[in-house]
């Protein structure tokens, strides 16, 4: 935690802060990126929609996370990040953001491992998505975490690619 914890201090340093509301979006899809954000307080999520309209979650950033990592390196996002919380975050322009990396070595080796295991998540996700039932879903998803505090099991039914209603039936089987 503590080379995780320099490294984002490192690279956001100079950064400034923006604090978010609850539902407040920080970015839509489509806008061009002009920063790369590390969150310091609170959860966004990245959120795309499908043309059903069902909200898809794709990641939770948490405290000392960095959002949307993908974006250091295209012109526009590709997903919404929206506040989940009352949230705040650090932003440094995404051209310093490239400069730091790209005059340290060793911050550039540590990017490229916390990018590895972003897309490890990413894949792990996607298996568990591609489970039929919501069983073989909750199954996996449980193998990783525990879960959460009841006011919280529709965040885990998005990240399941479930109804609520669906997950709830299948919790209160297991009960």
């Not at 950033?61 to 960095?66: D, N």
């Not at 340290?104 to 990413?122: F, M, P, T, Y």
């Amino acid at each position: 935690m503590i080379i995780v914890m320099s490294f984002a201090q490192t690279l956001f340093e100079d950064g400034q802060s923006q604090s978010l509301v609850a539902g407040e979006l920080l970015f839509v899809v489509g806008q061009r990126v002009r920063s790369v954000y590390l969150v310091t307080e609170g959860l966004i999520e990245l959120v795309r929609h499908s043309e059903s309209g069902n909200r898809m979650v794709l990641f939770r950033a948490r405290s000392e996370q960095i959002l949307a990592e993908a974006s250091a390196y295209s012109d526009a996002y590709h997903c919404d990040g929206i506040a989940a919380s009352n949230a705040c975050v650090s932003f440094v322009p995404v051209e310093t953001f490239r400069s730091k990396l790209a005059l340290d070595v060793e911050l550039a080796k540590v990017w490229s491992a916390k990018l590895a295991h972003s897309l490890q998540l990413a894949r792990l996700q996607s298996e568990i998505r591609g489970l039929r039932t919501v069983a073989e879903r909750l199954d996996a998803w449980l193998d990783d975490k525990p879960l959460p505090p009841k006011g919280e099991w529709q965040r885990v039914a998005q990240e399941l690619g479930v109804s609520r209603e669906a997950l709830y039936r299948e919790l209160a089987k297991r009960r």
